[in-house]
């Protein structure tokens, strides 16, 4: 079946520290990939999408690339900022597939 | 373009109660799901509407939860009689394709 396994959070940085959030999957074919982000009060966000193999998501100084021979899209960004604070989900669309499998989701804290 | 809209934002209720959640998508999407998240637990899948039809409700706990899409628009999940383990977040989402929008949750707790 689908799955998705996210780093277990919380994860706290300093402003511009890098940042990895992992995250692997488990599909039957070739799934989409997605990271939503929820912000504190607000509801989840797209942040960034990909739906082959080796396509790179980027957004807002994030970037996720779907490897499909580690079965991961890891999120990163290079520089951290305060307002990158929130929760962080990736989640996947088996192929014919509607409905989205999430991860855990991983809390990031971003210090000045 | 309004988003998702969700109603209520939130609500407190005893067990045995009834509520009725309400979910409006993006005009034109015909595509809406329902998802919740259970205390800290990964987001799951409840329901999906292709316009007024229930395209798959394999994620639905039990028969306390009843969602509708009249007239293929707004949609309501109804949950009664509610239980203390059904306190959570619930999300509603549409799309017309395979990109999500989600709107902000309501969050539920059940005394």
């Known amino acids: 079946g689908n799955s998705v396994t996210q780093m277990e959070g919380p994860v706290t940085l300093s402003e511009e520290a890098f940042l990895t959030i992992n995250c692997t999957y488990t599909?039957?074919?070739?799934?989409?990939l997605f990271w939503y982000v929820q912000y504190p009060g607000e509801g989840l966000q797209l942040l960034l999408k990909a739906t082959k193999a080796d396509d790179k998501g980027s957004n807002k100084g994030f970037e996720a690339t779907y490897r499909k021979e580690t079965t991961s899209f890891h999120l990163e960004k290079g520089s951290v900022q305060v307002s990158d604070s929130a929760v962080y989900f990736c989640a996947l669309v088996g192929p014919g597939a509607n409905n989205l499998f999430f991860g855990t989701g991983t809390r990031l804290t971003v210090i000045p | 373009e309004a988003g998702v809209t969700q109603f209520p934002s939130h609500s407190v209720i005893e067990k045995g109660q009834t509520v009725t959640l309400r979910c409006d998508p993006i005009s034109g999407h015909d595509n809406l799901y329902w998802y919740r998240r259970v205390m800290g637990k990964e987001i799951k899948f409840l329901l999906h509407f292709v316009k007024e039809s229930k395209q798959d409700e394999s994620g639905m706990p039990n028969n306390r939860f009843l969602a509708e899409r009249t007239g293929g628009t707004y949609s309501t999940l109804k949950v009664q009689p509610a239980e203390l383990e059904d306190s959570g977040v619930y999300f509603c989402a549409s799309s017309h394709s395979k990109t999500q929008y989600f709107g902000p949750g309501t969050r539920l707790l059940v005394l």
């Open positions: 599909a039957t074919g070739y799934p989409s």
